[in-house]
């Protein structure tokens, strides 16, 4: 799995017939040329390829087609995500039974807020009912970023201690001085204005 994520991945976009369904045909020939142009990779059925547009049906019809035509399914790395959880498992079990080495899973995308412990619960199963191919599930950098997920030994250690560091990175600083503190230290005399400061002189600390 690690050598296959170096290189050079093409987010891939999705030909289509006049009927906006996929082009399998375009779609092969347009995999064949970003290959044979120096990609290592094709990250198809992602964001770039619009895959929410399609149906699970359309999505594992065009992954077949692809490997049909000759496209290698060790070089795909397809996007799995749906809103239903159902969809992703049958998605990431038709893929990994090609013989794509990994898929891309989008976290639950359509409500708001979710907390981290529902985005940790929406991999959890997909990577339970997955089944005897989870380790292929390129899931864990994408829990790793959302969740909290150190303490669970399906994720490798290299992963949580990314996850550390980005923690450290993104922990909010010391907030500065209120408002009300600045106007506390700094206040004029109860009388009214503070008394002018001489040219050249500098303020003591104690005032």
């Known amino acids: 799995m690690a050598d296959f994520l170096h290189g050079v ?5 999705t030909p289509l017939d006049a009927d906006k369904s996929p082009d399998h045909a ?13 990609c290592d990779g094709l990250s198809v059925l992602g964001t770039t390829g619009e895959a929410n547009s399609f149906t699970v049906a359309e999505r594992v ?10 496209i290698p399914p060790r070089v795909l790395m397809p996007g799995t995500g749906c809103c239903a959880l159902a969809d992703t498992v ?3 079990r038709a893929t990994l039974d090609l013989g ?16 981290d412990e529902g985005l940790f619960a929406a991999f959890a199963g ?10 292929n599930v390129k899931a864990g950098d994408h829990v790793i970023l959302v969740a909290r997920v150190e303490d669970n030994p399906k994720i490798p250690q290299a992963a949580r201690d990314r996850k550390r560091r980005r923690d450290r990175r993104t922990a909010p600083r010391a907030a500065p001085l209120s408002l009300s503190r ?17 040219c050249g002189a500098r303020p003591s600390r104690a005032g």
């Open 9 to 13: 991945f093409a987010a891939v976009l």
């Open 26 to 38: 375009a779609m092969a020939a347009h995999c064949r040329w970003l290959l044979d142009h120096g």
């Open 61 to 70: 019809a065009l992954l077949e087609a692809l490997a049909r035509s000759g």
């Open 90 to 92: 049958a998605l990431c």
């Open 100 to 115: 794509a080495p990994g898929v891309l899973v989008l976290p639950p995308f359509y409500y708001k807020t979710v907390s």
């Open 126 to 135: 997909i990577v339970e009912q997955v089944g005897e191919n989870v380790r």
């Open 182 to 198: 600045r106007s506390r230290a700094g206040a004029a005399p109860a009388g009214g204005r503070r008394p002018p400061r001489r």
